[in-house]
């Protein structure tokens, strides 16, 4: 929508209304990253399917549906992200005084589904490093496994995180040392690296 096109609020559709909230809402306050991703999911999930109709005139009904049909397809975390979108781009048009009702409001979020958590034994652990040794990531694997640390706090490792003489490591995160749990893998002590972390640490400084 141009932003010289005035559209009279009564006849607004929800492709019109996600388009302003694009503009004037998330590109200005959004990173680009993230607004790239709010954009293409606009664009790609939403528009196509109910963007035509107009805003005043959609059910609550129509939109439980939609979720419903998304989530044949996509997950549930994935289309709780989709009714955020919606809920922000209403929530605004109504503080715009855009719109006089939002029909957002009597739509409950898509559920989320309880699943159990299946982690590896240490046994299983040793086997994916056993194979992966050589790997261009095969440090970031390793240290994982035995620090216990996530992924995050892997990738934003330092080098004056790392005491070489010790063998243990500062998280990056909030500067505590990175525990490796006992209950995981008893044989080392906390906060301590598996020697071959070391060597291969080394071996790419």
């Excluded at 005139?57 to 997950?75: A, E, G, H, M, V």
């Excluded at 640390?149 to 505590?176: F, Y």
Aim: proline share 5%; aromatic share 10%; net charge positive.
């Amino acid at each position: 929508m141009s932003k010289n096109t005035y559209v009279p609020d009564n006849n607004i559709t929800i492709k019109e209304l996600l388009e302003t909230w694009l503009e004037e809402y998330a590109k200005p306050n959004y990173k680009p990253t993230v607004y790239d991703v709010e954009s293409t999911t606009v664009n790609k999930r939403i528009v196509p399917v109910i963007g035509k109709q107009r805003v005043q005139q959609i059910k609550p009904l129509t939109i439980t549906r939609f979720y419903n049909d998304l989530s044949k397809k996509y997950s549930p975390d994935y289309v709780r992200h989709i009714h955020a979108i919606l809920r922000k781009a209403f929530r605004l048009a109504s503080k715009w005084e855009m719109i006089s009702t939002n029909p957002i409001e009597k739509v409950e979020a898509p559920k989320l589904r309880k699943t159990e958590m299946k982690v590896w034994t240490m046994e299983q652990c040793m086997r994916f490093l056993n194979i992966a040794e050589g790997h261009v990531h095969y440090i970031v694997y390793s240290l994982a496994i035995h620090t216990g640390m996530r992924k995050g706090e892997v990738l934003g490792l330092r080098w004056k995180d790392i005491d070489w003489v010790g063998a243990s490591a500062n998280d990056p995160v909030d500067g505590q040392l990175d525990a490796l749990s006992r209950d995981y893998h008893p044989r080392y002590q906390d906060g301590q690296f598996h020697p071959a972390n070391l060597h291969w640490i080394d071996a790419h400084s």
